[in-house]
C-alpha cells in the first residue's frame, strides 16, 4: 500500500466531502500516521471509510466523522481538552496537535497503555491518559473543549458543567438507528447554544444512562 496516496485520499475523498473545510484540521489529519494507530491485522484499512474494530468490541470512528468533529470543537492552541473516549489514541493525537493540553480517559486499561505508547511513538508529548469510568466520574478541574467519542443515549449533563465559561462539548446523543451529532456552548451566564451538525450511529459510552423505557 502506498501509504502517503492512501491518506491524501482519505483526506481528499472522505474527510473533504464530509464537508470538513478548516484547514488546520486537514492538515492534522493529512500528516498524523493514522496507520500507526491501527490494530494489527487492519493496516490495510487505516484510510478506508469503515468502522475499524478494537478489542472489547469497541471501534475507532471513521475518518470523515473524525474530521467533522474536529472541525465542530475547533481546538485552539490554548485550549485544555478532555476526551472521553480515548480508543486506539487517534483522535487523541489530533487534538494534541491542535490544542495546548489533553486529557484523555477510558474505562479499558489496555487502550489507554497502549494508547500512550503509540502517542509517545508518533511525538505527542502533551496528552495525559488516565483509566476510569466517565459515567461516574470525571477529571478534576474544567475545560476549554471536551470531545466525546462515543453516544449518549441520554444527555449527560455533568459533561456540560465540566466547561469553562466559553468552552465546547461534543456529543453525539440519541438511539440507533439515527444520532444527532451536537456541538454545545458554555455561554458567559452558564446557558447552553446547541447546534445540531450532523447525523450518525456509533457505539453508546459503556454504563451511560439509558432512557426511560416507553410504556403503554
Known amino acids: 500500500m502506498n501509504t502517503e496516496f492512501a491518506r491524501r485520499q482519505m483526506v481528499g475523498q472522505q474527510i473533504r466531502t464530509f464537508e470538513v473545510s478548516d484547514a488546520s484540521v486537514l492538515e492534522v489529519l493529512g500528516e498524523l500516521p493514522r496507520e500507526e494507530f491501527v490494530p494489527a491485522g487492519f493496516r490495510q484499512l487505516a484510510f478506508a471509510d469503515v468502522k475499524i474494530p478494537l478489542s472489547h468490541g469497541q471501534f475507532m470512528m471513521t475518518p470523515n466523522v473524525e474530521g467533522r468533529l474536529l472541525q465542530m470543537l475547533a481546538p485552539r492552541k490554548d485550549d485544555d481538552v478532555l476526551e472521553i473516549g480515548t480508543g486506539s489514541g487517534f483522535l487523541c493525537a489530533c487534538l494534541a496537535r491542535l490544542a495546548r493540553t489533553v486529557t484523555s480517559v477510558d474505562i479499558f486499561p489496555d487502550f489507554t497503555r497502549e494508547a500512550a505508547v503509540t502517542l509517545k511513538s508518533v511525538g505527542i508529548e502533551n496528552a495525559t491518559l488516565a483509566t476510569m469510568d466517565a459515567t461516574k466520574a470525571l477529571p478534576p478541574g474544567t475545560f476549554d473543549a471536551i470531545a466525546v467519542t462515543a453516544s449518549c443515549p441520554v444527555f449527560d449533563a455533568r459533561f456540560f458543567d465540566a466547561l469553562k465559561s466559553g468552552g465546547r462539548l461534543f456529543v453525539i446523543v440519541g438511539s440507533p438507528p439515527v444520532m444527532d451529532a451536537r456541538l454545545i456552548t ?30 403503554f
Open 186 to 215: 458554555r455561554e458567559s451566564d452558564g446557558s447552553q447554544r446547541v447546534t445540531s451538525d450532523f447525523e450518525t450511529n456509533v457505539l453508546p459510552l459503556i454504563n451511560a444512562a439509558a432512557p426511560p423505557a416507553f410504556r
